[in-house]
Structures are given as C-alpha cells and as structure tokens.
C-alpha cells in the first residue's frame, strides 16, 4: 500500500500504468514502435504534483453549505453554454453548478462527442435553458464558455446575467449589462480548465463524474494537449482529473473520444457542417464575418465534399448577411487544416491574413494552425483593422490571372457578373 503522498501505481493520473505499459517506447509486432504521446507524457511529468493536490482535496459533501470564499452571486444560479453547444460548454456548466451550488443547463443539443462523455463518465443531463426559465422565469444565469450576444441563447434575458465564466476575447459583441456581474476570464486553453482550478483552490474535489467531464472538456479543446491554446494549467490540471477520476490510459480515451466526436460529421449536410459550429465576428466599417470549423480525425472525407460545401456557404452567407463567410477543417489527429474560401472576397482576406497556398478554386491550405481562438481570427482581425482593402484589377490579374468570375455586387437587389478577375488583398 502507497503512502498518502507516493504516487498510486494504479491511477495518480495514471503515471506509473502508463510507464509500465509504454514505457518510453511500446514496441508492436512487424516492428512497429509507439512513441509516447504528448498528453502521456504530460501526465507523467506532473506525477507528483497531481498526486499531492488530490490528497489535499475534501469531498464537497463534506464541505459547509456556505463558504464565503466563492461569491455568492453565483449561488443558485443557472449555468449554461452557447448556443451550438460542445464538451467544453457543457462541461463548464456541469462543474461550475457543482462548485457554486447551482443548476446547469444546456443551451442546445448535443453532439456526438458530449454524449460519448456523458455515456463515458455517468454524468446526469442537465435540463434545456429554455425549460428551466420558462418554469422559473426570474431565475439568476452565469454564462460559460462565452459571453457575446451572437451566442447566447435568445432565451436569457441579459439583465438576469449576474456571471462570465470564459477564455475567450472580449470583441464587439460581447453582453453589456446595466450592473456589476462576477467575471471570471482567463487565457487558458479550456474554460473547464478555470472550473477545474477553482475546485482545486478552493481544496473541493469534484465528483468523478463530473471531474471527468471536465477532463475530457480539457482534452478536446485543447487538442489532447497539442493545441496552440494548451497552457501548463491545462497539462496539470489534466493529470490531476486524471488523478482523480483513475484513469489509467489517457491516450485511450482521447482516442476514443475524439473518433467519437467525427463520428456524425459523415452523415451531416452541407448545412449542418457549414452551421454546426459557426461563430460571426463584427468589425466595425467592414461588416459581419462568420467564421465555422469542423473538427475531425479523417479531414479527406470532409474535403471530398468541397463541390457540395461552396454553395452552401454562398448561401449562408447571404441569408445571414455576413460580408464574409469562411469554413476550417481541422483535422485533430494531424494537426493541419484546410480553409474553404466560397468567394473573391474570401480569398483576397484569407491571402492577406495567412498567405497559405491556394488548392484549386475554393481551397486554401493554413498549414499547422489549427485554433479559431488562437491562430484563424487574430489573424483576420489584425488584417482588417491594418487597413485591408480589395486591390486593383492589374494587381489581381499578377496573381490570379485575367478570368471570368462572378463579382458578390448587389445592385438593385440583383448579383451580376462582370468579365473581370478576382480581387486579391493589399495593406493599407
């Protein structure tokens, strides 16, 4: 039997099973070797540390009703995502009613990944907003994993918000509210991450179902670990889930995770990739642009779908009156995307913003950046507020060459064409 602060062989964020079973390489027959992986090594690197926070950590069944160390703002409020919800949304929602004694909610349905966690880890599914205020109308609300308008769910009125629990930027959307609110921002990779961490300040431990939805939260918005937003609060409070939830492969359950979140992608529409997870970002002088990723461990069975998504985001993008429209897809496993550009616009914007190389009419390649937050809108953002305009037709001809292409013009409520060559970006 370990000591209290020995490292447990059979879980201590699983550690010690992991130098057992990879040990720094696991050889395979047919000469195959598996190196360790990052979020593997991770764990192992913050063995100790994990192991002496759980120690300390109490049961919050066996913590006082009242503690005046967390504000009490939040208690008895409703806790809940944005709309189009994900892992780290729901998961928030899920561990922030649990330390600040509250309800969480959902502010719409799940996907393929949340439920494989839910299914994974026992947690009981939280009520749809709209049902928990129509019964109490007047009830308190704390926003996770977000805090604009473009996101929230229609249902919340904004003057009950008395809470931001997030990691995102502040942009032009974000909620104005006529009183002080509890904010909590923080620039990690994961806003179950904050949640997480503030259990463990507050030397509360979460219950394993909810602790392991917050870990596979961490995992899958930072990419296992290997995503541009990862920060060292992320690698530790991941082995400290881990710690506490006993899992003793890591790597196994990110992989079985994330095969679970590409799972639907195959049989969704163009509509649903092209809306399923879209965020708009509003500059001033310039206008709307929507931004959508899709996430996936086999990006070629999404991109083989180029020919049907390019319309449909021609079509989006002008029901919903964005001046740009852009679609990612990221595949998670490789770490590499792929940039659908459904117009001349797009394509002199993404030019400027990442340089990337153009694959065919609607294609850009982004390389390694992987991350909407962190790598696709500053980037955009940077560009438009530089001073980015349309260039002149011969600057267009250099690069694209003259042809004919349809020009995104309403006049009198009608799109013409012009014999004329795509525009491409120049700074100003």
Known sequence: MTSAHEPNPHHGGGADALRNAVGKDKKYGDGIVRHRTEVEQQVIDHERQADEIVHLLKDTKDLPQIDLFLPQILRGAVFVGHLVTDMDSVAGAIGAAELYGGTPALASAINSETMFAFQEWGAKMPMYIEDILEGEPSRDVCLVDHQQTSQLNPCIPVDQIVGVIDHHA??????VTDKPIYIDIRPWGSMSTIVAHTFLTHKRRPSAPVAGMLLSAILSDTLNLLGPTT?????????????????????????????????DLASLTAGGLVNGDQKSFG????????????????????????AELLPEMEKVKKERGYKCLFLAIVNIV??????????????????????????????????????????????????????????????????YGKHSIEVEAERDGKRQKTEQPPQVAVMG
Not at 170 to 175: A, G, N, V
Not at 283 to 306: H, K, M, P, Y
Not at 355 to 366: I, K, N, R, V
Request: with cysteine; hydrophobic share 45%.
């Open 283 to 306: 500059f001033a002088g310039f206008g709307e642009v929507g931004f959508a990723v899709v996430e996936t461990t086999d990006d070629q069975v999404i991109l083989a779908r180029v």
């Open 170 to 175: 502040l942009q032009s959307k974000t909620i």
């Open 334 to 399: 490789g770490l590499h995307s792929k940039l659908l550009l459904c117009g001349p616009t797009e394509k002199s914007l993404a030019q400027a913003a990442f340089g990337g190389p153009l694959e065919g009419a609607g294609l850009m390649d982004l390389g390694k950046r992987v991350s909407r937050k962190k790598d696709f809108i500053p980037s955009v953002t940077k560009t438009i507020k530089n001073g980015w305009t349309m260039s002149s037709q011969k600057d267009a001809e250099a690069v």
């Open 231 to 263: 920060t060292e609060w992320d690698r530790l409070v991941v082995a400290v889930l881990a710690d506490v939830c006993r899992v003793d492969d890591i790597q196994l359950l990110a992989s079985r995770q994330f095969k679970a979140k590409s799972r």
